[in-house]
């Protein structure tokens, strides 16, 4: 009978929290956040490229341009402005979808960050598709194998790896996967994105340490939810084990993990920069680098921009996805 008050308690409440108005406060709330984060973001990111000393179309353009040609294309850059000027035509050029031009090539930002974003978003999904595809089921079984004092030496195995995994850094990982498996064993690439076998490196580089922090929540969470009182109700109605582990008490245990599922999506987004590096991977993390090198600050100012617009978004995707699953969490900011 517990259970199955729960069961309807969950699958109305949705229902219910869209019927009274708050899954729209809600939404307005996140919106407005939203909207302030990507204002706070735009103005960094254009006084973070502008404060820095040193003029960039000298350095780009080489200490051999004449001064006429470092005047016209500061002129043609809008960088003779007053930086007030600058920074309303920068704010009208990110409405319009207008990144600029970079002051090196002198494409179009928005062309420029077209070509790349793909590689870097395919290299960011498969990563954290396989975070998740190891995170979940090795979060589960270890859950089940310690419960309640048993495998302390799984549970000690179990601990000690997630916190080496979770704690080394990406593009460390990387080097000793590269000098392994490429330059000893010889089984994959070294660089690039040319064959399906050159995504292996730099996705499990990015993925193992999510995996191991993601995996230790799983089994946190569902540790929790096999004690509470419904999870007790099933098994005094002798349902399967696994029935009530995957059905009951693991979407539920699902929450916490969305929560930080998308703080390590924006950490592995954020990771890119690194592993792309280190395994020359043609995407955004790589050219921000090369960018930063050149001081062609425009292509830097566009390609933080579009890093700083994914992890808002997914974080305020994780916010609303944890919402409709948990309408609690919108009550409580009610």
């Known amino acids: 009978m517990p259970e199955t008050l729960s069961a309807t308690a969950t699958a109305t409440e949705p229902r219910l929290a869209i019927l009274n108005g708050r899954w729209t406060r809600f939404a307005l709330r996140r919106a407005g956040r939203l909207l302030v984060s990507l204002w706070v973001l735009v103005s960094a990111t254009f006084l973070m ?3 820095v000393p040193g003029d960039p179309v000298r350095a780009a353009l080489g200490p051999t341009a004449t001064p006429a040609v470092v005047a016209a294309r500061r002129a043609a850059l809008g960088l003779d402005d007053p930086l007030p000027v600058q920074y309303l035509h920068f704010l009208k050029g990110v409405l319009s979808g ?8 002198q494409l179009p930002v928005g062309q420029i ?3 790349l ?4 978003a395919v290299l960011a999904g498969l990563a954290f598709l396989l975070a998740a595809v190891i995170a979940v089921p090795v979060g589960v079984a270890v859950a089940m194998r310690t419960r309640r004092g048993r495998g302390r030496r799984t549970e000690l195995v179990f601990a000690g790896t997630s916190v080496v995994l979770g704690t080394i850094p990406d593009f460390l990982l990387g080097v000793g996967l590269v000098f392994v498996f490429s330059v000893t064993l010889g089984w994959v690439p070294v660089a690039g994105n040319d064959t399906w076998s050159s995504y292996i490196l730099p996705v499990v580089a990015l993925a193992l340490g999510p995996a191991a922090v993601l995996a230790r929540i799983v089994r946190v969470e569902l540790l929790a939810v096999l004690e509470t009182d419904y999870i007790r109700t099933a098994r005094a109605k002798r349902l399967p084990t696994s029935r009530i582990t995957l059905v009951h008490a693991l979407p539920n245990a699902v929450t916490a993990t969305l929560t930080l599922g998308g703080l390590l999506l924006s950490s592995l987004i954020a990771g ?3 592993v792309e590096n280190v395994f020359a991977w043609p995407g955004l993390g790589r050219t921000i680098v090369a960018s930063i090198v050149s001081k062609d600050y425009a292509v830097v100012q566009g390609i933080v921009l579009v890093y700083g617009v994914g992890v808002l978004l997914v974080n305020t995707f994780a ?3 944890i919402a409709v ?5 919108t009550i409580g900011e009610s």
């Open 272 to 274: 890119t920069v690194l």
């Open 319 to 321: 916010d609303v996805a």
């Open 49 to 51: 490229i502008h404060l």
């Open 117 to 120: 974003l793909p590689a870097t």
């Open 325 to 329: 699953l948990d309408p609690r969490s």
């Open 98 to 105: 207008d990144l600029g031009s970079s002051i090196v090539s």
């Open 113 to 115: 960050i077209g070509q």
